[in-house]
């Protein structure tokens, strides 16, 4: 079983920068794939940005260029540093992991609770 707990959330102007962490316990860790997946009011989850157990990483169109994800195997723990953060980045953030890489929320088998990110204009 695998727990994760997503921290850093919260509101900033646009054009600010956060960066959200997801601390996951058990042993697994690098051999994981993980995600980041947001969740706006009415809209469907979707991948932000994922990190293969290799480190190879892949980006959402949208946020190309401006996110960027990496982990830190010793810690356990996955980053997401959002920079140029804009209105449409508001959402709520989940940090996922699953045993192989994929932009298909089901395809992870662990969550976290979510954590908000709010961009304001």
């Known amino acids: 079983q695998v727990q994760l707990i997503e921290s850093g959330g919260g509101s900033v102007q646009a054009g600010g920068s956060l960066r959200l962490s997801c601390a996951a316990s058990?042993?697994?860790?690098?051999?994981?794939?993980m995600g980041w997946f947001r969740q706006a009011p009415g809209k469907e989850r979707e991948l932000v940005a994922g990190i293969t157990s290799g480190g190879s990483t892949n980006y959402a169109d949208s946020v190309k260029g401006r996110f960027t994800i990496s982990r830190d195997n010793a810690k356990n723990t996955v980053y997401l540093q959002m920079n140029s953060l804009k209105p449409e980045d508001t959402a709520v953030y989940y940090c996922?992991?699953?045993?192989?890489?994929?932009?298909?929320?089901?395809?992870?088998?662990?969550w976290g609770q979510g954590t908000q990110v709010t961009v304001s204009s």
């Open positions: 058990g042993r697994t860790f690098s051999s994981l794939a």
């Open positions: 996922a992991a699953g045993w192989e890489q994929s932009s298909i929320a089901r395809k992870y088998d662990y």
